[in-house]
């Protein structure tokens, strides 16, 4: 088990992203019972890395680009749960849905990992 507590590391502005912004989808169902998402945008704070570079498979059908980011915070993400779908996460103008939360509390209390695959690719981003 690592010894090195990186909580600290999150107020630091040479290492956090401030400019993250969490688009939570709350699933409320309608008088029969159809489910629409209410959308909340929530500004919050995380480290991001790659975690899969953007790739451009050729297919005959056309061309599919993908990729996928890490973040790591003490944010709350979802990958989706009862009663919500998975968030959204805004990171330099591109959006990525949260496909997976591992706990990284061995380096800091409440820390997270959340796994983020890209939605929708736009030029340059």
């Known amino acids: 088990m690592p010894l090195l507590d990186v909580s600290e590391i999150f107020l630091d502005p040479d290492f956090v992203d401030s400019t993250l912004v969490c ?4 699933q409320v169902p309608d008088d029969d019972n159809f489910v629409a998402n209410a959308q909340q945008t929530i500004p919050f ?13 050729r297919m005959a059908a056309g061309q599919n680009i993908n990729g996928a980011i890490l973040i790591v915070t003490q944010f709350r993400l979802t990958e989706g749960k009862p009663g919500y779908d998975a968030d959204i996460v805004t990171y330099q103008g591109a959006n990525y849905r949260v496909t997976l ?9 409440g ?7 890209l939605m929708d690719y736009v030029d340059g981003q």
């Open 111 to 117: 820390l997270v990992q959340a796994h983020c695959e």
């Open 23 to 26: 688009h939570r989808q709350l």
């Open 45 to 57: 704070a995380g480290i991001v890395t790659v975690d899969r570079s953007m790739q451009a498979k």
């Open 101 to 109: 939360i591992d706990p990284y509390t061995a380096y800091g209390a």
